[in-house]
Nanobody, 114 residues
Framework: QVQLVESGGGLVQPGGSLRLSCAAS????????MSWYRQAPGKQRESVAA???????NYADSVKGRFTISRDNAKNTVYLQMNSLKPEDTAVYYC????????WGQGTQVTVSS
């Protein structure tokens, strides 16, 4: 079955960095677009970054220039490198793929606070 398992979240000070990972299994990862979403308390889930099969990327305006999405097809893993973190980046981060229907991971908490 399709599984997406996020890791790498934690508590970081403003200006710090984190790298999130999403390990995928149960489907053809190299043939699937992948994306990262986040949901802050009391807010709707929002798209953060996406990467196509060919490696093209796009980002939410709020993270452009600070976050980088990448993929390693040999490891069936998608990454989100987050630099210059701000308190407003605090959220649960989820990875997602769409295979007729959407599949989501369980999420990983990122807290940016001094």
């Amino acid at each position: 079955q399709v599984q997406l398992v996020e890791s790498g979240g934690g508590l970081v000070q403003p200006g710090g960095s984190l790298r999130l990972s999403c390990a995928a299994s149960g489907f053809s990862f190299s043939s699937s677009a992948m994306s990262w979403y986040r949901q802050a308390p009391g807010k709707q889930r929002e798209s953060v970054a996406a990467i196509t099969v060919g490696g093209s990327t796009n980002y939410a305006d709020s993270v452009k220039g600070r976050f980088t999405i990448s993929r390693d097809n040999a490891k069936n893993t998608v990454y989100l490198q987050m630099n210059s973190l701000k308190p407003e980046d605090t959220a649960v981060y989820y990875c997602r793929t769409v295979l007729v229907i959407s599949y989501w991971g369980q999420g990983t908490q990122v807290t940016v606070s001094s």
